[in-house]
Protein backbone atom coordinates (compact mmCIF):
# COMPACT_ATOMS: atom_id res chain seq x y z
CA UNK A 1 0.00 0.00 0.00
CA UNK A 2 0.87 3.72 -0.72
CA UNK A 3 0.29 7.15 0.45
CA UNK A 4 -1.49 9.51 -1.63
CA UNK A 5 1.43 11.54 -2.07
CA UNK A 6 3.56 8.67 -3.58
CA UNK A 7 1.09 7.07 -5.71
CA UNK A 8 0.30 10.62 -7.28
CA UNK A 9 4.54 10.57 -7.81
CA UNK A 10 4.23 7.03 -9.20
CA UNK A 11 1.00 8.17 -11.45
CA UNK A 12 2.62 11.84 -12.47
CA UNK A 13 6.29 9.27 -13.33
CA UNK A 14 4.21 6.81 -15.46
CA UNK A 15 2.38 9.50 -17.42
CA UNK A 16 5.35 11.49 -18.15
CA UNK A 17 6.64 8.18 -19.63
CA UNK A 18 3.86 7.77 -21.54
CA UNK A 19 3.96 11.44 -23.15
CA UNK A 20 7.60 10.77 -23.27
CA UNK A 21 7.10 7.44 -25.16
CA UNK A 22 4.21 9.43 -27.63
CA UNK A 23 6.67 12.36 -28.34
CA UNK A 24 9.47 9.97 -29.51
CA UNK A 25 6.59 7.79 -31.81
CA UNK A 26 5.28 10.92 -33.15
CA UNK A 27 8.97 11.94 -34.59
CA UNK A 28 9.75 9.11 -35.76
CA UNK A 29 6.23 8.55 -37.85
CA UNK A 30 6.78 12.31 -38.51
CA UNK A 31 10.76 11.37 -40.00
CA UNK A 32 9.79 8.08 -41.40
CA UNK A 33 6.89 9.83 -43.30
CA UNK A 34 9.46 12.82 -44.46
CA UNK A 35 11.46 10.11 -45.95
CA UNK A 36 9.46 7.70 -47.70
CA UNK A 37 7.26 11.09 -49.57
CA UNK A 38 9.93 13.11 -50.18
CA UNK A 39 11.86 10.93 -52.81
CA UNK A 40 8.96 9.64 -54.06
CA UNK A 41 6.97 12.31 -54.87
CA UNK A 42 10.01 14.16 -56.02
CA UNK A 43 11.07 11.34 -58.53
CA UNK A 44 7.34 11.75 -59.85
CA UNK A 45 7.83 15.23 -60.46
CA UNK A 46 5.18 16.46 -57.86
CA UNK A 47 7.67 18.22 -55.56
CA UNK A 48 8.69 17.60 -51.92
CA UNK A 49 5.76 19.57 -50.39
CA UNK A 50 3.40 17.83 -51.91
CA UNK A 51 4.92 14.74 -50.84
CA UNK A 52 5.06 16.22 -47.14
CA UNK A 53 1.67 17.18 -47.46
CA UNK A 54 0.22 13.82 -48.30
CA UNK A 55 2.04 12.40 -45.70
CA UNK A 56 0.42 14.41 -43.57
CA UNK A 57 -2.88 13.91 -44.26
CA UNK A 58 -2.19 10.22 -43.95
CA UNK A 59 -0.70 10.21 -40.51
CA UNK A 60 -3.41 12.46 -39.56
CA UNK A 61 -6.88 12.73 -40.58
CA UNK A 62 -7.20 9.63 -42.10
CA UNK A 63 -4.92 6.74 -40.11
CA UNK A 64 -5.26 9.33 -36.98
CA UNK A 65 -1.78 7.93 -35.77
CA UNK A 66 -0.49 11.25 -34.98
CA UNK A 67 -2.77 13.70 -33.18
CA UNK A 68 -2.45 17.45 -31.91
CA UNK A 69 -1.27 18.91 -35.80
CA UNK A 70 -1.86 22.40 -34.26
CA UNK A 71 1.28 22.08 -31.81
CA UNK A 72 3.29 20.52 -34.50
CA UNK A 73 2.33 23.75 -37.06
CA UNK A 74 3.64 26.16 -34.16
CA UNK A 75 6.99 23.94 -34.11
CA UNK A 76 6.77 23.40 -37.35
CA UNK A 77 6.61 27.79 -38.10
CA UNK A 78 9.77 28.14 -37.19
CA UNK A 79 10.94 26.69 -40.63
CA UNK A 80 9.59 29.57 -41.99
CA UNK A 81 11.23 31.75 -39.84
CA UNK A 82 14.60 30.30 -40.57
CA UNK A 83 13.71 30.37 -44.50
CA UNK A 84 12.84 33.96 -44.12
CA UNK A 85 16.18 34.62 -42.29
CA UNK A 86 17.96 32.65 -45.11
CA UNK A 87 16.48 34.93 -47.97
CA UNK A 88 17.21 38.35 -45.66
CA UNK A 89 21.19 36.83 -46.01
CA UNK A 90 21.07 36.98 -49.47
CA UNK A 91 19.75 40.56 -50.06
CA UNK A 92 21.82 43.65 -48.96
CA UNK A 93 19.96 46.48 -47.87
CA UNK A 94 20.94 48.40 -50.37
CA UNK A 95 19.40 45.93 -52.88
CA UNK A 96 16.39 45.37 -50.38
CA UNK A 97 15.62 49.38 -51.09
CA UNK A 98 16.42 48.70 -54.63
CA UNK A 99 13.30 46.69 -54.27
CA UNK A 100 11.16 49.12 -52.70
CA UNK A 101 9.01 49.98 -55.73
CA UNK A 102 8.11 46.00 -56.06
CA UNK A 103 7.34 45.58 -52.38
CA UNK A 104 5.27 49.20 -51.35
CA UNK A 105 4.07 49.03 -55.24
CA UNK A 106 3.35 45.78 -56.54
CA UNK A 107 2.56 44.45 -52.87
CA UNK A 108 0.48 46.61 -51.58
CA UNK A 109 -1.72 46.83 -54.93
CA UNK A 110 -1.51 42.91 -54.61
CA UNK A 111 -3.45 43.30 -51.14
CA UNK A 112 -5.60 46.25 -51.20
CA UNK A 113 -7.00 44.98 -55.20
CA UNK A 114 -7.45 41.22 -53.91
CA UNK A 115 -8.75 41.75 -50.49
CA UNK A 116 -11.43 44.06 -51.67
CA UNK A 117 -12.50 41.87 -54.82
CA UNK A 118 -12.80 38.98 -52.57
CA UNK A 119 -14.84 41.02 -49.90
CA UNK A 120 -16.87 42.23 -52.21
CA UNK A 121 -17.91 38.34 -53.89
CA UNK A 122 -18.41 37.45 -50.09
CA UNK A 123 -20.93 40.03 -50.08
CA UNK A 124 -22.74 39.32 -53.04
CA UNK A 125 -22.34 35.79 -53.01
CA UNK A 126 -22.87 35.06 -48.95
CA UNK A 127 -24.84 36.04 -46.26
CA UNK A 128 -21.90 37.43 -43.94
CA UNK A 129 -22.03 41.24 -42.22
CA UNK A 130 -19.73 43.59 -44.31
CA UNK A 131 -17.23 43.63 -41.36
CA UNK A 132 -17.23 39.56 -41.39
CA UNK A 133 -16.74 39.82 -45.26
CA UNK A 134 -13.72 41.92 -44.82
CA UNK A 135 -11.57 40.02 -43.04
CA UNK A 136 -12.43 37.23 -45.33
CA UNK A 137 -11.81 38.81 -48.02
CA UNK A 138 -8.42 40.16 -47.02
CA UNK A 139 -7.32 37.20 -44.82
CA UNK A 140 -7.68 34.81 -48.38
CA UNK A 141 -6.02 37.71 -50.23
CA UNK A 142 -2.99 36.82 -48.42
CA UNK A 143 -0.46 33.91 -49.41
CA UNK A 144 1.88 31.17 -47.88
CA UNK A 145 5.15 32.79 -47.92
CA UNK A 146 6.26 29.33 -46.85
CA UNK A 147 5.15 27.02 -50.21
CA UNK A 148 5.51 29.92 -52.27
CA UNK A 149 9.27 30.59 -51.32
CA UNK A 150 9.91 26.87 -51.12
CA UNK A 151 8.19 26.31 -54.84
CA UNK A 152 10.92 28.74 -55.88
CA UNK A 153 13.80 27.59 -54.39
CA UNK A 154 12.94 24.07 -56.18
CA UNK A 155 13.01 25.69 -59.25
CA UNK A 156 15.81 27.83 -58.75
CA UNK A 157 14.11 30.88 -59.17
CA UNK A 158 14.69 32.94 -56.44
CA UNK A 159 16.98 35.72 -57.56
CA UNK A 160 15.04 35.26 -61.13
CA UNK A 161 12.75 38.36 -62.11
CA UNK A 162 9.40 36.19 -60.83
CA UNK A 163 10.63 35.03 -58.55
CA UNK A 164 11.77 38.77 -56.97
CA UNK A 165 8.54 39.89 -57.68
CA UNK A 166 6.55 37.49 -55.69
CA UNK A 167 8.75 37.82 -52.79
CA UNK A 168 8.10 41.17 -53.06
CA UNK A 169 4.41 40.74 -52.83
CA UNK A 170 5.22 38.17 -49.50
CA UNK A 171 7.18 40.71 -48.00
CA UNK A 172 4.61 43.27 -48.38
CA UNK A 173 1.70 40.86 -46.82
CA UNK A 174 4.21 39.76 -43.93
CA UNK A 175 4.15 43.23 -42.95
CA UNK A 176 0.41 43.71 -43.91
CA UNK A 177 -0.23 41.39 -40.45
CA UNK A 178 -0.10 43.86 -37.80
CA UNK A 179 -2.60 46.63 -39.13
CA UNK A 180 -4.71 43.25 -39.62
CA UNK A 181 -4.57 42.19 -36.64
CA UNK A 182 -5.05 45.61 -35.30
CA UNK A 183 -7.96 46.42 -36.63
CA UNK A 184 -10.10 43.64 -35.67
CA UNK A 185 -10.89 45.04 -32.37
CA UNK A 186 -13.00 48.13 -34.33
CA UNK A 187 -14.57 45.17 -36.82
CA UNK A 188 -16.01 42.91 -33.38
CA UNK A 189 -19.53 43.22 -32.11
CA UNK A 190 -18.53 44.14 -28.40
CA UNK A 191 -14.95 43.62 -28.86
CA UNK A 192 -14.51 40.12 -27.46
CA UNK A 193 -11.27 38.18 -26.95
CA UNK A 194 -8.99 41.53 -28.39
CA UNK A 195 -8.27 44.97 -27.60
CA UNK A 196 -6.88 47.74 -29.43
CA UNK A 197 -3.43 48.56 -29.95
CA UNK A 198 -2.64 51.51 -26.63
CA UNK A 199 -0.31 54.50 -27.54
CA UNK A 200 1.99 52.66 -25.04
CA UNK A 201 2.05 49.24 -27.29
CA UNK A 202 2.66 51.54 -29.95
CA UNK A 203 5.64 53.06 -28.90
CA UNK A 204 7.40 49.82 -27.57
CA UNK A 205 6.78 47.90 -30.99
CA UNK A 206 8.97 51.10 -32.32
CA UNK A 207 11.71 50.46 -29.99
CA UNK A 208 11.53 46.95 -30.54
CA UNK A 209 12.16 47.58 -34.60
CA UNK A 210 14.44 50.20 -33.48
CA UNK A 211 16.70 47.93 -31.14
CA UNK A 212 16.88 44.93 -34.01
CA UNK A 213 18.24 47.52 -36.73
CA UNK A 214 20.84 48.55 -34.33
CA UNK A 215 22.05 45.50 -32.94
CA UNK A 216 21.78 43.89 -36.46
CA UNK A 217 24.22 46.81 -37.64
CA UNK A 218 26.44 47.15 -34.23
CA UNK A 219 26.38 44.55 -32.56
CA UNK A 220 26.08 41.14 -34.35
CA UNK A 221 29.22 41.29 -36.32
CA UNK A 222 31.65 41.61 -33.23
CA UNK A 223 29.34 38.88 -31.42
CA UNK A 224 29.61 36.39 -34.13
CA UNK A 225 33.63 37.33 -34.69
CA UNK A 226 34.73 36.53 -31.01
CA UNK A 227 32.55 32.91 -31.67
CA UNK A 228 34.33 32.25 -34.43
CA UNK A 229 37.83 33.17 -32.72
CA UNK A 230 37.16 30.45 -30.17
CA UNK A 231 37.03 27.84 -32.36
CA UNK A 232 33.84 26.16 -31.35
CA UNK A 233 31.91 25.65 -34.06
CA UNK A 234 28.81 24.13 -31.88
CA UNK A 235 28.73 27.64 -30.15
CA UNK A 236 28.80 29.30 -34.00
CA UNK A 237 25.46 27.15 -34.37
CA UNK A 238 23.65 27.89 -31.11
CA UNK A 239 24.46 31.75 -32.01
CA UNK A 240 22.96 31.93 -35.59
CA UNK A 241 19.76 29.92 -33.85
CA UNK A 242 19.73 32.63 -30.83
CA UNK A 243 19.79 36.01 -33.36
CA UNK A 244 17.25 34.05 -35.81
CA UNK A 245 14.55 33.06 -32.57
CA UNK A 246 15.31 36.37 -30.30
CA UNK A 247 15.01 38.72 -33.57
CA UNK A 248 11.64 36.57 -34.46
CA UNK A 249 10.15 37.04 -31.03
CA UNK A 250 11.41 40.44 -30.35
CA UNK A 251 9.25 41.10 -33.61
CA UNK A 252 6.65 39.10 -32.61
CA UNK A 253 6.05 41.34 -29.36
CA UNK A 254 6.38 44.24 -31.69
CA UNK A 255 3.02 42.87 -32.42
CA UNK A 256 4.71 42.22 -36.20
CA UNK A 257 5.54 38.52 -37.64
CA UNK A 258 7.76 36.21 -36.36
CA UNK A 259 8.70 35.86 -40.28
CA UNK A 260 9.61 39.26 -40.92
CA UNK A 261 11.87 39.97 -37.64
CA UNK A 262 14.43 36.60 -39.07
CA UNK A 263 14.17 38.45 -42.43
CA UNK A 264 15.38 41.33 -40.59
CA UNK A 265 17.83 40.09 -39.17
CA UNK A 266 19.35 38.12 -41.77
CA UNK A 267 19.12 41.84 -44.05
CA UNK A 268 21.59 42.90 -41.25
CA UNK A 269 24.13 40.00 -41.70
CA UNK A 270 24.09 40.38 -45.73
CA UNK A 271 27.07 42.01 -45.81
CA UNK A 272 28.94 40.04 -42.71
CA UNK A 273 31.87 38.09 -43.47
CA UNK A 274 30.22 34.95 -41.55
CA UNK A 275 27.37 35.46 -43.44
CA UNK A 276 28.25 32.33 -45.63
CA UNK A 277 28.72 30.41 -42.73
CA UNK A 278 25.90 31.37 -40.91
CA UNK A 279 23.89 29.88 -44.26
CA UNK A 280 25.59 26.52 -44.13
CA UNK A 281 25.17 26.39 -39.97
CA UNK A 282 21.30 27.31 -40.14
CA UNK A 283 20.41 25.44 -43.23
CA UNK A 284 19.65 21.62 -41.93
CA UNK A 285 17.37 22.99 -39.49
CA UNK A 286 15.42 25.22 -41.92
CA UNK A 287 14.94 22.14 -44.23
CA UNK A 288 13.81 19.55 -41.60
CA UNK A 289 11.55 21.93 -39.77
CA UNK A 290 10.06 23.20 -43.06
CA UNK A 291 9.03 19.81 -43.72
CA UNK A 292 7.80 19.21 -40.38
CA UNK A 293 5.69 23.09 -41.17
CA UNK A 294 4.10 21.08 -44.23
CA UNK A 295 3.37 18.04 -42.62
CA UNK A 296 1.80 19.89 -39.78
CA UNK A 297 -0.60 21.50 -42.27
CA UNK A 298 -1.24 18.21 -43.55
CA UNK A 299 -1.99 17.04 -39.90
CA UNK A 300 -4.31 19.57 -39.23
CA UNK A 301 -7.08 19.45 -41.72
CA UNK A 302 -10.00 19.16 -40.84
CA UNK A 303 -11.19 15.87 -42.45
CA UNK A 304 -15.10 16.24 -40.59
CA UNK A 305 -15.19 20.19 -42.37
CA UNK A 306 -14.32 18.90 -45.33
CA UNK A 307 -16.74 16.12 -45.44
CA UNK A 308 -19.79 18.41 -44.00
CA UNK A 309 -18.79 21.13 -46.80
CA UNK A 310 -17.29 19.35 -49.49
CA UNK A 311 -19.57 21.10 -52.23
CA UNK A 312 -18.60 24.13 -50.66
CA UNK A 313 -15.36 23.33 -50.87
CA UNK A 314 -15.01 21.94 -54.51
CA UNK A 315 -16.57 25.20 -55.60
CA UNK A 316 -14.87 28.12 -53.40
CA UNK A 317 -11.21 26.63 -54.34
CA UNK A 318 -10.29 27.26 -58.08
CA UNK A 319 -12.81 30.25 -58.27
CA UNK A 320 -10.63 31.29 -55.15
CA UNK A 321 -7.28 30.63 -56.97
CA UNK A 322 -8.44 31.40 -60.01
CA UNK A 323 -9.25 34.92 -59.05
CA UNK A 324 -6.25 35.32 -57.42
CA UNK A 325 -4.01 34.59 -60.50
CA UNK A 326 -5.86 36.53 -62.61
CA UNK A 327 -5.75 39.44 -60.53
CA UNK A 328 -1.85 39.19 -59.96
CA UNK A 329 -1.33 38.77 -63.19
CA UNK A 330 -2.95 42.10 -64.18
CA UNK A 331 -0.97 44.21 -61.56
CA UNK A 332 2.60 42.35 -62.78
CA UNK A 333 1.42 43.51 -65.82
CA UNK A 334 0.68 46.75 -65.37
CA UNK A 335 3.55 47.36 -63.05
CA UNK A 336 5.87 46.12 -66.03
CA UNK A 337 6.06 42.79 -65.73
CA UNK A 338 6.58 40.52 -68.76
CA UNK A 339 3.77 38.00 -69.48
CA UNK A 340 5.95 34.91 -68.96
CA UNK A 341 6.93 36.78 -65.20
CA UNK A 342 3.61 37.93 -64.77
CA UNK A 343 2.26 34.07 -65.15
CA UNK A 344 4.77 32.67 -63.26
CA UNK A 345 3.99 35.07 -60.07
CA UNK A 346 0.35 34.41 -60.66
CA UNK A 347 0.67 30.60 -60.39
CA UNK A 348 3.30 30.48 -57.62
CA UNK A 349 0.77 32.53 -55.41
CA UNK A 350 -2.82 31.92 -55.83
CA UNK A 351 -2.77 30.15 -52.88
CA UNK A 352 -3.93 30.86 -49.36
CA UNK A 353 -1.63 32.02 -46.07
CA UNK A 354 -0.30 30.40 -43.07
CA UNK A 355 -1.02 33.94 -41.75
CA UNK A 356 -4.81 33.34 -42.53
CA UNK A 357 -4.91 30.63 -39.72
CA UNK A 358 -3.98 33.35 -37.18
CA UNK A 359 -6.49 36.07 -39.15
CA UNK A 360 -9.09 33.90 -38.90
CA UNK A 361 -9.06 32.01 -35.67
CA UNK A 362 -8.45 35.85 -33.78
CA UNK A 363 -11.19 36.94 -36.14
CA UNK A 364 -13.71 33.94 -34.37
CA UNK A 365 -12.48 34.47 -30.69
CA UNK A 366 -13.22 38.27 -31.72
CA UNK A 367 -17.28 37.02 -32.27
CA UNK A 368 -16.63 38.73 -36.34
CA UNK A 369 -18.01 35.11 -37.16
CA UNK A 370 -18.58 32.01 -35.61
CA UNK A 371 -15.85 28.99 -35.01
CA UNK A 372 -17.16 27.02 -37.36
CA UNK A 373 -16.59 29.42 -40.23
CA UNK A 374 -13.20 29.73 -39.22
CA UNK A 375 -12.62 26.00 -39.25
CA UNK A 376 -14.28 26.11 -42.93
CA UNK A 377 -12.14 28.79 -44.40
CA UNK A 378 -8.84 27.02 -42.66
CA UNK A 379 -9.85 24.12 -44.41
CA UNK A 380 -10.17 26.04 -47.49
CA UNK A 381 -6.41 27.70 -46.91
CA UNK A 382 -5.39 24.21 -46.88
CA UNK A 383 -6.41 22.85 -49.56
CA UNK A 384 -5.31 26.06 -51.51
CA UNK A 385 -1.92 25.11 -50.15
CA UNK A 386 -1.93 21.42 -51.03
CA UNK A 387 -2.93 22.49 -54.91
CA UNK A 388 0.42 24.99 -55.31
CA UNK A 389 2.38 22.64 -56.32
CA UNK A 390 0.24 21.77 -59.21
CA UNK A 391 -0.70 25.20 -59.88
CA UNK A 392 2.73 25.96 -60.53
CA UNK A 393 3.26 23.24 -62.47
CA UNK A 394 1.03 24.34 -65.22
CA UNK A 395 3.25 27.73 -65.99
CA UNK A 396 4.50 26.08 -69.20
CA UNK A 397 1.27 25.89 -70.33
CA UNK A 398 0.88 29.61 -70.76
CA UNK A 399 4.43 31.37 -70.83
CA UNK A 400 5.76 31.96 -74.56
CA UNK A 401 9.68 31.67 -74.05
CA UNK A 402 10.12 35.13 -75.88
CA UNK A 403 12.39 36.62 -73.40
CA UNK A 404 15.47 35.71 -72.88
CA UNK A 405 16.19 34.28 -69.35
CA UNK A 406 17.71 37.32 -67.25
CA UNK A 407 18.48 38.25 -63.97
CA UNK A 408 17.45 42.25 -62.57
CA UNK A 409 21.02 43.06 -61.29
CA UNK A 410 22.32 45.86 -59.12
CA UNK A 411 26.15 45.62 -59.20
CA UNK A 412 26.34 46.21 -55.32
CA UNK A 413 29.74 45.78 -54.26
CA UNK A 414 31.15 45.98 -57.57
CA UNK A 415 34.46 47.32 -58.64
CA UNK A 416 37.89 45.74 -58.35
CA UNK A 417 41.56 46.55 -60.03
CA UNK A 418 40.06 42.86 -62.06
CA UNK A 419 37.03 43.09 -64.06
CA UNK A 420 36.57 39.21 -65.78
CA UNK A 421 34.03 39.39 -68.32
CA UNK A 422 32.77 35.75 -68.99
CA UNK A 423 32.53 32.88 -66.38
CA UNK A 424 32.42 29.29 -68.12
CA UNK A 425 35.38 26.67 -67.93
CA UNK A 426 38.04 28.67 -68.89
CA UNK A 427 36.82 31.78 -66.97
CA UNK A 428 36.45 29.70 -63.44
CA UNK A 429 40.09 27.95 -63.52
CA UNK A 430 41.54 31.39 -64.69
CA UNK A 431 39.60 33.40 -61.41
CA UNK A 432 41.03 30.27 -58.73
CA UNK A 433 44.27 31.50 -59.68
CA UNK A 434 43.42 35.32 -59.45
CA UNK A 435 41.83 34.90 -55.87
CA UNK A 436 44.71 32.25 -54.58
CA UNK A 437 46.80 34.90 -55.39
CA UNK A 438 44.82 37.88 -52.83
CA UNK A 439 43.83 39.68 -56.23
CA UNK A 440 40.01 40.91 -55.73
CA UNK A 441 37.89 40.27 -59.14
CA UNK A 442 34.59 41.53 -60.26
CA UNK A 443 33.17 38.95 -62.38
CA UNK A 444 30.33 39.70 -64.93
CA UNK A 445 28.12 36.38 -67.25
CA UNK A 446 25.57 37.09 -69.62
CA UNK A 447 24.18 33.67 -69.05
CA UNK A 448 21.55 33.81 -65.93
CA UNK A 449 21.40 30.52 -65.50
CA UNK A 450 25.24 30.25 -65.38
CA UNK A 451 25.27 33.24 -62.22
CA UNK A 452 22.14 31.40 -60.52
CA UNK A 453 24.54 28.05 -60.32
CA UNK A 454 27.27 29.89 -59.01
CA UNK A 455 25.60 31.42 -55.93
CA UNK A 456 24.98 27.82 -54.60
CA UNK A 457 28.45 27.53 -53.90
CA UNK A 458 28.24 30.64 -52.16
CA UNK A 459 30.17 32.53 -55.16
CA UNK A 460 29.12 35.89 -56.32
CA UNK A 461 29.32 36.61 -59.92
CA UNK A 462 27.19 39.59 -61.55
CA UNK A 463 24.95 39.01 -64.57
CA UNK A 464 25.36 41.25 -67.53
CA UNK A 465 26.13 41.56 -71.08
CA UNK A 466 29.77 42.88 -71.63
CA UNK A 467 29.24 44.45 -75.08
CA UNK A 468 27.05 46.85 -73.76
CA UNK A 469 28.76 49.78 -72.53
CA UNK A 470 26.35 50.81 -69.16
CA UNK A 471 27.15 47.52 -68.16
CA UNK A 472 30.71 47.81 -67.91
CA UNK A 473 30.45 50.98 -66.01
CA UNK A 474 28.03 49.51 -63.41
CA UNK A 475 30.65 46.58 -63.17
CA UNK A 476 33.41 49.26 -62.32
CA UNK A 477 35.32 49.36 -65.51
CA UNK A 478 36.83 52.90 -64.67
CA UNK A 479 38.65 51.13 -61.63
CA UNK A 480 39.85 48.39 -62.97
CA UNK A 481 43.16 48.47 -64.16
CA UNK A 482 42.93 45.20 -66.20
CA UNK A 483 39.72 43.70 -67.65
CA UNK A 484 40.24 39.67 -68.85
CA UNK A 485 37.99 38.81 -71.55
CA UNK A 486 37.09 34.94 -71.61
CA UNK A 487 33.61 35.04 -73.54
CA UNK A 488 33.76 32.25 -75.50
CA UNK A 489 32.90 33.06 -79.26
CA UNK A 490 34.92 34.99 -81.19
CA UNK A 491 32.41 37.37 -82.36
CA UNK A 492 31.16 38.55 -78.96
CA UNK A 493 35.20 38.65 -77.88
CA UNK A 494 36.02 40.70 -80.81
CA UNK A 495 33.06 43.26 -79.95
CA UNK A 496 34.18 43.41 -76.33
CA UNK A 497 37.43 44.38 -77.04
CA UNK A 498 36.64 46.94 -80.15
CA UNK A 499 34.02 48.45 -77.25
CA UNK A 500 36.35 49.05 -74.30
CA UNK A 501 39.52 49.93 -76.67
CA UNK A 502 36.93 52.76 -78.08
CA UNK A 503 35.43 53.53 -74.75
CA UNK A 504 37.89 52.86 -71.96
CA UNK A 505 41.53 53.09 -73.93
CA UNK A 506 43.31 52.94 -70.60
CA UNK A 507 42.49 49.57 -69.73
CA UNK A 508 45.01 46.81 -70.29
CA UNK A 509 43.22 43.83 -72.29
CA UNK A 510 43.76 39.89 -71.00
CA UNK A 511 41.76 38.11 -73.80
CA UNK A 512 41.09 34.22 -74.27
CA UNK A 513 41.19 33.73 -78.02
CA UNK A 514 39.54 31.12 -79.52
CA UNK A 515 42.24 29.35 -82.14
CA UNK A 516 45.31 31.01 -83.77
CA UNK A 517 43.74 33.07 -86.44
CA UNK A 518 41.74 34.96 -83.28
CA UNK A 519 45.15 35.37 -81.73
CA UNK A 520 46.39 37.17 -84.26
CA UNK A 521 43.41 38.96 -85.15
CA UNK A 522 43.60 40.43 -81.43
CA UNK A 523 47.23 40.69 -81.58
CA UNK A 524 46.22 43.35 -84.79
CA UNK A 525 43.77 44.96 -82.06
CA UNK A 526 47.00 45.56 -79.71
CA UNK A 527 45.51 43.93 -76.38
CA UNK A 528 47.97 43.30 -73.49
CA UNK A 529 48.15 39.86 -73.64
CA UNK A 530 46.04 37.04 -75.47
CA UNK A 531 46.39 32.61 -75.25
CA UNK A 532 44.87 30.04 -77.14
CA UNK A 533 41.93 28.92 -74.87
CA UNK A 534 43.54 25.27 -76.01
CA UNK A 535 47.31 25.76 -75.84
CA UNK A 536 48.82 25.22 -72.54
CA UNK A 537 46.14 22.36 -71.98
CA UNK A 538 47.73 20.87 -75.39
CA UNK A 539 51.23 21.39 -74.64
CA UNK A 540 50.65 19.60 -71.03
CA UNK A 541 48.58 16.59 -72.51
CA UNK A 542 51.52 16.03 -74.74
CA UNK A 543 54.10 16.53 -72.00
CA UNK A 544 51.97 14.05 -70.38
CA UNK A 545 52.16 11.37 -73.04
CA UNK A 546 55.76 11.42 -73.91
CA UNK A 547 56.73 10.98 -70.20
CA UNK A 548 54.44 7.59 -70.18
CA UNK A 549 56.55 6.58 -73.83
CA UNK A 550 59.76 6.35 -71.14
CA UNK A 551 60.89 9.71 -72.12
CA UNK A 552 62.51 11.83 -68.85
CA UNK A 553 60.07 14.38 -67.39
CA UNK A 554 62.84 17.16 -67.40
CA UNK A 555 63.57 15.79 -71.38
CA UNK A 556 59.84 15.68 -72.16
CA UNK A 557 59.58 19.38 -70.16
CA UNK A 558 62.27 20.84 -72.28
CA UNK A 559 60.31 19.62 -75.54
CA UNK A 560 57.01 21.25 -74.68
CA UNK A 561 58.84 24.44 -73.65
CA UNK A 562 61.00 24.50 -77.29
CA UNK A 563 57.67 23.77 -78.97
CA UNK A 564 55.95 26.53 -77.27
CA UNK A 565 58.75 28.91 -78.01
CA UNK A 566 58.31 28.09 -81.60
CA UNK A 567 55.00 28.55 -81.50
CA UNK A 568 55.59 32.01 -80.09
CA UNK A 569 58.33 32.84 -82.82
CA UNK A 570 55.90 31.85 -85.67
CA UNK A 571 53.11 33.84 -84.14
CA UNK A 572 55.27 36.64 -84.07
CA UNK A 573 56.32 36.32 -87.27
CA UNK A 574 52.84 36.42 -88.43
CA UNK A 575 51.56 38.98 -86.68
CA UNK A 576 54.23 41.28 -88.34
CA UNK A 577 52.99 41.05 -91.90
CA UNK A 578 51.32 43.34 -94.54
CA UNK A 579 47.64 43.93 -94.94
CA UNK A 580 46.56 40.80 -97.11
CA UNK A 581 44.05 40.80 -99.97
CA UNK A 582 40.91 39.36 -98.30
CA UNK A 583 40.82 42.45 -96.24
CA UNK A 584 41.78 40.97 -93.27
CA UNK A 585 43.44 43.83 -90.46
CA UNK A 586 47.36 44.53 -90.95
CA UNK A 587 49.50 42.07 -89.42
CA UNK A 588 46.85 39.39 -90.05
CA UNK A 589 47.68 36.39 -92.06
CA UNK A 590 45.87 32.99 -93.15
CA UNK A 591 46.87 30.48 -90.69
CA UNK A 592 47.14 27.00 -92.51
CA UNK A 593 48.24 23.64 -91.15
CA UNK A 594 52.12 23.05 -90.40
CA UNK A 595 54.19 19.85 -91.05
CA UNK A 596 55.19 17.93 -88.16
CA UNK A 597 59.05 18.67 -87.06
CA UNK A 598 61.12 18.15 -84.40
CA UNK A 599 61.43 20.03 -81.72
CA UNK A 600 64.98 20.94 -82.09
CA UNK A 601 66.84 24.38 -82.37
CA UNK A 602 67.71 23.64 -85.70
CA UNK A 603 64.26 22.87 -86.56
CA UNK A 604 63.52 26.26 -84.94
CA UNK A 605 65.67 27.89 -87.45
CA UNK A 606 64.38 26.02 -90.27
CA UNK A 607 61.18 27.30 -89.70
CA UNK A 608 62.17 30.43 -89.08
CA UNK A 609 63.17 30.55 -92.60
CA UNK A 610 60.46 29.04 -94.18
CA UNK A 611 58.16 31.51 -92.71
CA UNK A 612 60.24 34.57 -93.59
CA UNK A 613 59.98 32.80 -97.29
CA UNK A 614 56.37 31.82 -97.20
CA UNK A 615 54.94 34.50 -95.07
CA UNK A 616 54.57 32.06 -92.32
CA UNK A 617 52.13 28.76 -91.60
CA UNK A 618 50.06 27.82 -88.69
CA UNK A 619 50.32 24.68 -86.83
Request: a negative charge; glycine letters at 10%.
Amino acid sequence: MCNGWHCRMIMEERLIGVESSTFYIHALLLLGGAVVAAPIFKKAGLGTILGYLVAGIAMGPVARLITGGEDILNLGEFGVVLLLFIIGLELKPSRLWAMRRAIFGLGAAQVLVTGTVLSLLVVLLTEFALDASLVIGFGLALSSTAFAMQCLEDEGAVNRKHGQMAFSILLLQDLAIAPFLAILPLLSPGGHGVHSVSGAQFLVSLSCIAFLLVAGRYLLNPLFRVIANTGAKEAMIAAALFVVLGSALLMQAAGLSMALGAFVAGVMLAESSFRHELEANIEPFRGILLALFFMAVGLSLDIAVIREHWVSILAVVPLLMGIKAVLAYALCRLHGAAHDDAVRVALVLPQGGEFAFVLFSVAASAAIFSASTASLLIAIVTVTMALTPISVRLAPLFVRGEEPDEIEETFDGAGSDILMIGFSRFGQIASQVLLSGGSEVTVIDHSAKRVRAVEKFGFRIYFGDGRRKDVLEAAGIRRAKIVAVCTRGREMTDQIVSLIQSEFPDVKLFVRSYDRNHSLSLRAHDVEYEIRETLESALTFGRRTLEETGIAAEQAEEIADDVRERDEERLALQASGKLNTDGRHPGFAPATPEPLSKPLREGRRLDKKLAEEEGGNAA
